[in-house]
Each structure stands twice: as C-alpha cells, then as structure tokens.
C-alpha cells in the first residue's frame, strides 16, 4: 500500500496568512494526488484534483502542486472558512489511502 | 445537483452484519465515468476507503478488511449497498459513499452527509 504522511499535523495560523500542507507518498503516486477539506460534523469537501486541478466552485486561493512523492496545498491568503481539517489522498494505487490529516486553527 | 444519502441502522451488535445502503439522486447510477464508493470514518480519526462498485456490478474493496465486505448495485432504484460482516467496536465509525470520477483522474466529487454507525452489545 501506498503510504501519505502530512506534515505538520496541526497548525495555527492568521486570517490573511499564508499556509502550505506537505504530502508525502512512500511510493511515486504520480499526480493522482486529491486534496479535501473537512469541517466537524461534515462530510469531506474535494478542494484540488490530479495533484493542481481546482475543483469548480472552489475558492482560487487554493492551489496545489507536485508530482511523485511529494505534494503540497497551498492557500494563499486565509479566510475565516479555511479552518478545517485537511486530507491528501492518493489514487494512484489501490488501496486508495489518505494522509492522516492536516488540523487548521485560528491563532 | 448530485446527491448522495446513506441510510443504515445506526446500531449494530458485535458479530453481526451491517447493512448500509447509499441513494443516488440527480443522476443516473449508470454512468461510464463514475465508480461508487464507500470511505469510513472512526470518530475523531481519519478516512479509510473501503472500495468501490461500478454500474455493471464490478467491485474493488480495500484487502484490509479481509473478505469481510460485499458491495451490491441496484440500477433500476439508482442505489448501491455495503454489506460488512462479523462487526466489531472498531469498525465504529461514520460511513461516507461517495461519488468517484474516473474521467481523466480518480477522485471523490461527491459525497453523501455520512452515517454514524455504533457496534456495541
């Protein structure tokens, strides 16, 4: 199975600031790398597919980049909205697996 | 607009099976580009994706639960099923089906609000 580390686990941060999440595969994934967001309570929210597509609806200060084992997601200018969990998933390989999750918090 | 509701008992009993059964709703469930997943979600954990069914009734499911799972599609009532045998506490969780497009890259476009399922005696 194909491995995803997030880095860091938790983070806080300023509305305006702007955060980038690592993703780490332990084998290539290509650029079948997803992102999601997730707020308590809901369900996960596609945000960025195929590693740097901006999922329609989807705010433009979010981008993603990469390809083979390393990814990140990056917003760029945080919004009172973006504090949320947030998952990489690969779906290079099945199993799909997802990273363990990125927590967003206020500072 | 496509949408994605699961429906189950909410309780089960150690050892007994659980039956979930996801409605698809503003579009057809017989689409060529699109799998129909189920993702679980332990409370305050993270997402395991447990497989995938497509229209015709080939499936895919995560070797991690161990012949433990069954996937079923109903086309004539746009709706598909899981099925997951011998439950114990830690498949406790909150059950998403989601919408898996296939048609250039593979990724979760949408997905239904999630039922929490409990084992417990």
């Known amino acids: 199975d194909i491995q995803m580390t997030q880095s860091p686990s938790s983070l806080s941060a300023s509305v305006g600031d702007r955060v980038t999440i690592t993703c780490r595969a332990s084998?290539?994934?290509?650029?079948?790398l997803n992102w999601y967001q997730q707020k308590p309570g809901k369900a996960p929210k596609l945000l960025i597919y195929a590693a740097s597509s901006l999922q329609s609806g989807v705010p433009s200060r979010f981008s993603g980049s990469g390809s083979g084992t390393d990814f990140t997601l990056t917003i760029s200018s945080l919004q009172p909205e973006d504090f949320a969990t947030y998952y990489c998933?690969?779906?290079?390989?099945?199993?799909?697996?997802f990273g363990q999750g990125t927590s967003l918090e206020i500072k | 607009q496509l949408q994605l509701r699961e429906s189950g008992p909410g309780l089960v009993k150690p050892s007994e099976t659980l039956s979930l059964t996801c409605t698809v709703s503003?579009?057809?469930?017989?689409?060529?580009?699109?799998?129909w997943g189920w993702i679980r979600q332990p409370p305050g954990k993270g997402l395991e994706w447990i497989g995938y069914i497509y229209y015709t009734g080939k499936t895919y499911y995560n070797s991690s639960l161990e012949g433990r799972v069954t996937m079923s599609v109903d086309t004539s009532k746009n709706q598909f099923s899981l099925k997951l045998t011998s439950m114990t506490a830690a498949d406790t969780a909150v059950y998403y089906c989601a919408r898996e497009n296939t048609s250039w890259a593979n990724y979760f476009d949408y997905w239904g609000q999630g039922a929490l399922l409990t084992v417990s005696s």
């Open positions: 084998q290539s994934a290509s650029t079948y």
């Open positions: 503003g579009d057809s469930i017989s689409s060529n580009s699109y799998y």
């Open positions: 998933q690969q779906s290079y390989r099945t199993p799909y697996t």
